[in-house]
């Protein structure tokens, strides 16, 4: 069992930059490949970024890419996005996932732990 808790969450304006945590915890829980999906109202959940167990490896949506970065440390057992150049359509409530793959890590099927999600509201 992996336990997710967000947080950072808030209310930025555009082109400002904002860091959401996820602290991970349970046994094994530093195996874990790690990533970042968002959900805005009507809207389905879609991929932000991703990164292999040991931090060797991320991916990340085409409309993040440049802006968000993730990283894992697993000293601390948290997983962070950085997102920079805010815009408003990066609006969005955004959860932590915890997979046991290693690839293939866009599909949130794949993905057997989530956080309860942390909402980020960039206004224009």
């Known amino acids: 069992q992996v336990q997710l808790v967000e947080s950072g969450g808030g209310l930025v304006q555009a082109g400002d930059s904002l860091r959401v945590s996820c602290a991970f915890s349970g046994r094994t829980s530093s195996n874990y490949a790690m990533g970042w999906f968002r959900q805005a109202p009507g809207k389905e959940r879609e991929f932000v970024a991703a990164?292999?167990?040991?931090?060797?490896?991320?991916h990340y949506a085409d409309s993040v890419k440049g802006r968000f970065t993730i990283s894992k440390d697993n000293a601390k057992n948290t997983v962070y996005l950085q997102m920079n150049s805010l815009k408003p359509e990066d609006t969005a409530v955004y959860y932590c996932a915890a997979s046991p793959y290693q690839s293939g890590l866009g599909r949130h099927l794949l993905y057997t732990y989530w956080g309860q999600g942390t909402q980020v509201t960039v206004s224009s």
């Open positions: 990164i292999t167990w040991n931090g060797g490896t991320t």
